[in-house]
């Protein structure tokens, strides 16, 4: 049997992993769903196991002796491995069990390539680690970050218990965050790919070290990829002592955030 996968560089097995997880995030969405509770309010579907068993399925295929770490699974592949993929096969689980089509299929290799997939918008995003394109109906394009929009997605999910002081919810109650920005929450972290696309001009999260998160690695892969600016909440780069997350298409968009967080 051949191998489809096996000549692929890390981009196309990012791309064709999360594209493989958005079709069955999509072919499941409406249907009955059981769940897993995690706790907390927090919990996996059916969709959730099913698309993170497919991803894998093309990892080990196109790479075999690589390392995975997923949402659902935990650490899979060799212990000693090299290299490792970050794996969150359905973002905006609470989103999609409500009948919410705001989802995101993220897939990203340590330190190199990335893809996120939206299963309903029938869009990939994907990096090889230099650039950053999407990949809509066959053809690709490049990502180009803009402030243009004004549109600012904030994750308003209760901080870890690791997270700075800061609320996310206090950013939008800054006496100059209206005049100047229009808040969007989305509760996945699609709204990455946005800033990298242009489509927000930034996207504001708390937490603690989210540089090795499943659920934002691949986000952030394209955002650095596409030229933007990114640190943690306190201004440190993320992965040095950076606690959650400033993602901006600019430079200026990043100041004047940064200014109303700590203001």
């Given at each position: 049997m051949t191998n489809s996968y096996a000549g692929?560089?890390?981009?196309?097995?990012?791309t064709a992993a999360a594209?493989?997880?958005?079709?069955?995030?999509?072919?499941?969405?409406?249907?009955?769903?059981?769940?897993?509770?995690?706790?907390?309010?927090?919990?996996?579907?059916a969709a959730d196991l099913e698309a993170e068993?497919?991803?894998?399925?093309?990892?080990?295929?196109?790479?075999?002796?690589?390392?995975?770490?997923?949402?659902?699974?935990?650490?899979?592949?060799?212990?000693?491995?090299?290299?490792?993929?970050?794996?969150?096969?359905?973002?905006?689980?609470?989103?999609y069990a409500a009948g919410t089509m705001l989802v995101a299929v993220n897939v990203a290799l340590r330190d190199g390539a990335a893809a996120v997939a939206d299963p309903f918008g029938g869009e990939i995003f994907f990096t090889d680690g230099?650039?950053?394109?999407?990949?809509?109906?066959?053809?690709?394009?490049?990502?180009?970050?803009?402030?243009?929009?004004?549109?600012v997605?904030?994750?308003?999910?209760?901080?870890?218990?690791?997270?700075?002081?800061?609320?996310?919810?206090?950013?939008?109650?800054?006496s100059g965050f209206a005049a100047r920005f229009?808040?969007?929450?989305?509760?996945?972290?699609?709204?990455?790919?946005?800033?990298?696309?242009?489509?927000?001009?930034?996207?504001?999260a708390v937490g603690g070290d989210l540089s090795d998160s499943v659920h934002f690695a691949a986000g952030i892969a394209l955002c650095r990829a596409a030229g933007c600016v990114l640190t943690g909440i306190e201004g440190a780069p993320i992965g040095e002592r950076g606690h959650g997350l400033v993602a901006a298409a600019d430079q200026e968009t990043h100041e004047v955030l940064m200014s109303m967080i700590h203001g």
């Open positions: 692929l560089d890390d981009a196309g097995v990012a594209g493989a997880g958005a079709g069955v995030v999509r072919g499941m969405y409406g249907r009955p769903l059981s769940r897993v509770d995690k706790g907390g309010g927090d919990f996996a579907t068993k497919t991803i894998l399925s093309v990892i080990r295929a196109a790479r075999p002796d690589d390392a995975v770490l997923g949402e659902e699974g935990g650490h899979q592949g060799p212990a000693d491995a090299a290299r490792q993929w970050l794996v969150d096969p359905l973002c905006g689980t609470l989103n230099e650039s950053a394109r999407v990949r809509r109906d066959g053809a690709d394009a490049p990502l180009a970050p803009t402030p243009a929009t004004g549109l997605d904030v994750d308003l999910d209760p901080p870890l218990p690791h997270a700075p002081g800061f609320r996310a919810v206090d950013l939008l109650a800054h229009r808040p969007r929450v989305s509760s996945t972290s699609l709204a990455l790919t946005w800033v990298a696309a242009g489509r927000r001009a930034a996207y504001v």
